[in-house]
Structures are given as structure tokens and as C-alpha cells.
């Protein structure tokens, strides 16, 4: 019995994550999500006190998912610009967009502070953790020392979700490809020579 609802839990989570990503939160009602995950209404209900709640759930796994995959790339690399540039030339499909970037578009999650955290929380690390390799390849003489870690951090960060907001209006993932090669050739600028 135990398994069973935890595994119901899960499958509700997962539906709302993946149908979240597809229609953002409006346009994605709790039977669409009961539908998904096979769960019946009492079932949901009976995790969930509702939409929100169980959309929160869903969002917090998907901001997980997505720090786990930008440590992973930030891990990689040397020095900081290689371990930035991993970042942000990661495959990515742009014409879905960010699972978490894209909620920050939506007017209820924005007005709901529940729902609006764990898109400001994902974004504050991820901005955080590229400013601190930002910070350390500025100690280490690799990269020009006035760089500010900060701006630079949040300007990898824009680039990327700028760059979903781009190919997504040309309906192309080339847009989304020159955003991110030009700010490796941006950063690649800020190195210095022979280290």
C-alpha cells in the first residue's frame, strides 16, 4: 500500500513537471495531469491539498533536475571559462525552452509567491555557482581581473534564457546556437593570454 501511493505521488509529479514544460501553468488543468499520471481525482487530492501544491512539487523537481545537469557541466573543464563555456554549450532542445525559465513567463506563477520561488531559487544558484568559478578564475590570473563575477554570471544566465526566447520566436534553434557561441567568444575574450 505504501509503495503504490508513493508511486502515484511520483507519477503526479512527474505529469505535472512534463506538462508544465509543454503548456506552462495555465494550461495545465489538474485532470490533464490526473490523465497523465493515471491517478484518479481522490488520488491527487490525497497528495496534494491542489494545483498549486502539487505544481510546486513538480517545479522544485524540475529546478532539481536542472541544477543537477548545470553542476554537471560546471564540473567540467579546467579553468573557469572552460567549465563556463560547458555550460552554456550544453545540447539543449531551445524550441522547448527551459523547464524552469519558461514559468517565469506565466502571469500566475509570477503573482503566486509559492509558485514564483523555486524559479527565483534555481536562478540565484545557478547565478551564484557561475559567479564563484567566474570569482575563482579571476584569482587564479585567468581571467582579466575587474571582471565582475557577478554581472558576468548573470549574463551567462540571460543568455541562455534569452536565447529559448529567440529561437522559440523563429521557430529555429540557430538563434539559440549564436547566443551561447557568442558569449563563449565573449568570455574566451576576458581570459588572459597564456594562462
Do not use: N
Not at 95 to 107: E, F, I, K, N, Y
Not at 179 to 187: H, I, N, P
Request: hydrophobic share 45%; aromatic share 6%; glycine share 10%.
Amino acid at each position: 500500500m505504501y509503495t503504490a501511493a508513493v508511486e502515484t505521488s511520483e507519477r503526479l509529479i512527474d505529469s505535472a513537471a512534463e506538462l508544465l514544460w509543454e503548456r506552462g501553468y495555465v494550461g495545465t488543468s489538474p485532470r490533464a495531469i490526473q490523465e497523465r499520471a493515471g491517478a484518479g481525482q481522490g488520488s491527487m487530492y490525497h497528495h496534494f491539498r491542489g494545483k498549486p501544491d502539487l505544481a510546486e512539487a513538480a517545479m522544485r523537481r524540475s529546478a532539481g533536475q536542472l541544477r543537477a545537469q548545470a553542476e554537471a557541466q560546471l564540473a567540467t573543464g579546467r579553468t573557469a571559462q572552460e567549465k563556463a563555456a560547458a555550460y552554456l554549450l550544453r545540447e539543449r532542445d531551445a524550441l522547448r525552452g527551459c523547464r524552469v525559465g519558461r514559468m517565469a513567463m506565466d502571469p500566475d506563477v509570477i503573482a503566486s509567491e509559492q509558485l514564483r520561488a523555486p524559479v527565483r531559487e534555481t536562478f540565484d544558484w545557478l547565478t551564484g555557482r557561475l559567479a564563484a568559478i567566474v570569482a575563482d578564475g579571476v584569482a587564479a590570473g585567468e581571467l582579466r581581473e575587474g571582471l565582475d563575477p557577478d554581472d558576468t554570471a548573470s549574463a551567462i544566465v540571460a543568455v541562455v534564457q534569452g536565447g529559448y526566447v529567440l529561437a522559440r520566436a523563429a521557430g529555429s534553434q540557430e538563434p539559440f546556437d549564436r547566443a551561447v557561441r557568442g558569449a563563449v567568444a565573449l568570455l574566451a575574450a576576458q581570459a588572459v593570454p597564456g594562462r
